[in-house]
T-cell receptor
Framework: QQQVKQSPQSLIVQKGGISIINCAYE??????FPWYQQFPGKGPALLIA?????SEKKEGRFTISFNKSAKQFSLHIMDSQPGDSATYFC????????????FGGGTRVLVKP | DAGITQSPRHKVTETGTPVTLRCHQT?????MYWYRQDPGHGLRLIHY???????DKGEVSDGYSVSRSKTEDFLLTLESATSSQTSVYFC??????????????FGSGTRLTVV
């Protein structure tokens, strides 16, 4: 069973536009929600992360929005740039699960110039 | 990649042969993980280690075994490779403390093809 569901699978956005990726989780014991960015031929790299005691976290053009009651969180990429073209993964973990990360299925983002 | 190295980077092997992938870290981190990445499935945990000789199964552990005889090395073995194990394998490390403080660091991956 997939404990973290991610959508959409792929996304095309024009340069300067907003990319939005959504994730939903099932395990209410999760307490850490990171987003990873992966370029072709590379391993995933931590982009931004949030804990459920805050509803939003912003780092530069990247923002996580978190809705604890709905068990959903999303990544917004503002002013999308061609260099943002990559695959993005949401993930979740919690102490009850040994802090092991459970990943969503990934979203391939293409930013057109 | 921040003190974590995977080898080999690419490997083609025949069905039924044993294969060992190596993950080496220079960070002295306690936790090490093996994930496989397949389209549409994201990354799925195979096995993980929380110390020397301390390992446990992940969600897709069938057909895989691991060993950790030293802090710096975590080996993943496919006892008898099958075509369904064709994938990209990633190793990750994490220090102690909450992941928000000590996030995961991933290696560059091993692309394994079983023919």
């Amino acid at each position: 069973q997939q404990q973290v569901k991610q959508s959409p699978q792929s996304l095309i956005v024009q340069k300067g536009g907003i990319s939005i990726i959504n994730c939903a989780y099932e395990n209410t014991a999760f307490d850490y929600f990171p987003w990873y960015q992966q370029f072709p031929g590379k391993g995933p790299a931590l982009l931004i992360a949030i804990r459920p005691d805050v509803s939003e976290k912003k780092e530069g053009r990247f923002t996580i929005s978190f809705n604890k009651s709905a068990k959903q969180f999303s990544l917004h990429i503002m002013d999308s740039q061609p260099g943002d073209s990559a695959t993005y993964f949401c993930a979740a973990s919690g102490p009850a699960a040994g802090n092991k990360l459970t990943f969503g299925g990934g979203t391939r983002v293409l930013v057109k110039p | 990649d921040a003190g974590i190295t995977q080898s080999p980077r690419h490997k083609v092997t025949e069905t039924g042969t044993p294969v060992t992938l190596r993950c080496h870290q220079t960070e002295n981190h306690r936790y090490m993980y093996w994930y496989r990445q397949d389209p549409g499935h994201g990354l799925r945990l195979i096995h993980y280690s929380y110390g020397v000789k301390d390992t446990d199964k992940g969600e897709v552990s069938d057909g895989y075994s691991v060993s950790r005889s030293k802090t710096e090395d975590f080996l993943l073995t496919l006892e008898s490779a099958t075509s369904s194990q064709t994938s990209v394998y990633f190793c990750a490390i994490r220090g102690t403390g909450h992941p928000l403080i000590r996030g995961y660091t991933f290696g560059s991956g091993t692309r394994l093809t079983v023919v």
